[in-house]
C-alpha cells in the first residue's frame, strides 16, 4: 500500500498510474523509497504490486476527515460555498474491492511496472463534500463565499488553504481498464457509511 503523495502536491492535472514521481513531504518521500525497496525484492517467485491511494474515507476515518465532520457537526454556517477545486478519494470498501481483485488477478497479465491506482468514480470538491457531510448528519449547513476568506488562510495555513482549496486528483482508468474493475460504492454510498459507521 502506498500513496498518490508519490506523485507530488496538489496540481490541475490528474495524476495517473504513469505520471513522474515527485514526492515533496517526507511522507511522500517515504513512501516511494519503501515502493523502490520492494521492487528490488521481486523475482520469479516474489511479485510486487503497488497500489498508491488518496485519502481513504470509511468508518472512524483519521485526520483531516474526521476534522471536517467534527467542524459540520458544531457549526451552520461556514465559508467554505462555491469551492470548484476536485479531490479524488476512496472509499474503504472500495479499496478492499481492489485489493481482493488484484489478489486474484493473473500476475502475468498485470500492467508494467505493478502500479495501480484507487479512486472512486469521481472526484469531490470540498463543497460538495461538505454538503453530502449535512446531508448525512442531517443537519443544514449554509455555505457562503467570503470572497476575502481563502486568502486570509493561504496566509495563515497554508497547509489548510491546500487541502481546502487545491485539487489533487487521480485517474485510475487504465488501473480499471487492465483490471475489468468497477467500483461496487459510489463516492456518495462511500460519505454515507463513513456517516453512519459502516
Known amino acids: ?3 498518490v503523495k508519490v506523485y507530488g502536491e496538489e496540481t490541475n492535472v490528474a495524476y495517473s498510474e504513469g505520471s513522474a514521481c515527485n514526492p515533496q513531504d517526507d511522507y511522500g518521500k517515504s513512501k516511494l523509497k519503501a515502493e523502490l ?12 504490486s503497488i497500489i498508491r491511494a488518496p485519502i481513504v474515507n ?3 476515518a483519521p485526520g483531516n476527515m474526521r476534522s471536517l465532520i ?6 451552520s454556517v461556514l465559508p467554505f460555498g462555491g469551492i470548484e477545486n476536485r479531490r479524488s478519494m476512496v472509499y474503504v470498501g472500495n479499496l478492499c474491492y481492489l485489493i481482493d481483485v488484484l489478489a486474484r488477478f493473473p500476475v502475468k497479465l498485470r500492467m508494467t511496472g505493478n502500479v495501480f491506482l484507487a479512486s472512486d468514480d469521481k472526484p469531490l470538491s470540498t463543497t460538495k463534500l461538505i454538503e453530502l457531510i449535512a446531508q448525512n448528519i442531517n443537519k443544514k449547513v449554509y455555505l457562503v463565499r467570503v470572497p476575502f476568506f481563502a ?10 488553504h491546500k487541502r481546502l482549496y487545491e485539487s489533487l486528483e487521480v485517474d485510475n482508468s487504465k488501473t480499471k481498464e487492465i483490471l475489468g474493475l468497477r467500483n461496487p460504492y459510489s463516492i ?3 460519505i454515507k457509511f463513513m456517516i453512519r459507521g459502516e
Open 37 to 48: 525497496e520492494l521492487q528490488k525484492l521481486e523475482d520469479d517467485d516474489f511479485k510486487v
Open 188 to 190: 456518495e454510498d462511500g
Open 1 to 3: 500500500m502506498s500513496s
Open 58 to 60: 470509511g468508518y472512524s
Open 70 to 75: 467534527s467542524l459540520v457537526k458544531k457549526v
Open 151 to 160: 486568502s486570509l488562510l493561504k496566509l495563515l495555513k497554508p497547509s489548510f
